[in-house]
């Protein structure tokens, strides 16, 4: 089923998104995170041509502490719906989720996604906030004491996928290697200069098996994504892009509950996002995933079911698989923070033919179809997935 054919259930709307934009990325001194914010907000209601008086509905998390409230003050705004979802990466996807149930449901007109985060200046200027810290409360009391860090627990997840399937450090490597690869193309991206697999296999390590070019980089940046009722269609200034399908879930966050360390949470959130969108991976023209450390990306792939379980590494070198991280991903592009509303961005420009780098092709020269943008939070503890096709 193509993105033409599905309709929506009687007595609810399509939900489209309106407008996209990234505000200043990369290295920024001199914004704040609540500037990044209006700034990309600005962006994507220009992107959309709607009006703003038009948007009663905002979703935003990660700033402030009445957010969303406080954002909504800052961007002038006075919404009559409001998501303050906060699920690690798997945020924005979660959040899209909500928006366009809302929206379909026709409890709101417009709602902007919006974020902004200055992470690489505040570790920079060494504030006391640069650094994340998850506290040592509930179920993490048992696992702190430890040292149990996030990269850690990543760490531990790629050690047992390699022990159960024979994932290799190269394969993972290439991750990293094809990531900037697209960066290179992208003149947006934070890092575009191309690595190598011995490169990423010498770095200094940050915990086994991760070395520095497996991790995300650290950036500074924000983008908004607005979504809107299919009425308003016809005030855009460009196509719009529908909201196809989507799915959520949780799965842990003690490592003790975690019942098999090889499977993400995406193998839920994808599923319910296909059979609610009406198409299966093989359909898919460009998929953007959650990789804030290269097995991210090799298991995600395996669980929305692009290849088995297990075949993630020989998938994805190979020249057939879906295009993923056609921007250069968190590994090279940018990453501020919680990065699940950029997937969403980047999605929608493949999908319009306004990549700014690696534009995406199907076999026949045409633009792709359908795109797939899928968050992960925490240590896989979440999961928000999105079908997203045009006409």
Not at 176 to 194: D, I, Q
Not at 310 to 327: K, M, R
Not at 378 to 383: A, K, L, Q, R, V
Request: hydrophobic share 45%; glycine share 10%.
């Amino acid at each position: 089923m193509t993105a033409t054919t599905r309709t929506a259930p009687a007595g609810r709307r399509r939900v489209a998104v309106a407008g996209v934009a990234l505000s200043d990325c990369g290295r920024v001194d001199g914004a704040t995170p609540y500037a990044l914010h209006a700034q990309a907000a600005r962006r994507a209601l220009a992107d959309s041509g709607l009006d703003r008086s038009l948007v009663d509905g905002l979703a935003s998390a990660g700033l402030g502490t009445l957010a969303p409230v406080e954002v909504a003050e800052y961007l002038g705004l006075r919404p009559t719906w409001l998501d303050s979802t906060s699920v690690g990466g798997a945020t924005w996807e979660v959040m899209a989720a909500h928006a366009a149930d809302a929206i379909a449901a026709g409890r709101a007109r417009a709602v902007l996604l919006v974020y902004g985060s200055t992470a690489r200046a505040d570790i920079k200027a060494r504030r006391r906030t640069a650094n994340l810290s998850f506290g040592a409360r509930g179920p993490l009391q048992f696992e702190v004491p430890y040292g149990h860090t996030l990269v850690a627990k990543y760490a531990m997840a790629a050690r047992r996928h390699m022990h159960e399937y024979g994932t290799t450090l190269e394969q993972l490597a290439e991750v990293a290697v094809r990531a900037r690869a697209n960066a290179a193309l992208n003149p947006e991206a934070m890092f575009r200069t191309p690595i190598t697999a011995d490169e990423v296999l010498s770095g200094p390590m940050i915990a086994d098996p991760f070395t520095k070019l497996h991790c995300c980089i650290r950036s500074d940046g924000g983008c908004a994504v607005l979504l809107a009722a299919e009425d308003y269609v016809k005030d855009l200034v460009k196509p719009p892009v529908w909201i196809l399908g989507t799915g959520e879930h949780a799965s842990h966050t003690t490592m003790s509950e975690w019942e098999d360390f090889t499977v993400s949470p995406a193998a839920v959130s994808g599923r319910l996002a296909f059979e609610r969108a009406g198409v299966t991976p093989a359909d898919i023209d460009v998929a953007e995933i959650y990789d804030a450390f290269t097995y991210m990306t090799l298991v995600t792939l395996e669980d929305l079911g692009f290849c088995p379980k297990g075949e993630g590494g020989a998938y994805f070198a190979d020249e057939s698989a879906v295009p993923v991280n056609t921007d250069g991903g968190g590994l090279s592009a940018c990453h501020p923070g919680m990065r699940g509303l950029f997937l969403l961005v980047e999605a929608v420009r493949q999908l319009r033919g306004e990549a700014p780098g690696h534009q995406v092709r199907r076999p026949d020269g045409s633009l792709p179809r359908l795109a797939l943008a899928s968050g992960t939070g925490g240590w896989f503890c979440s999961s928000g997935t999105i079908v997203l096709g045009r006409e």
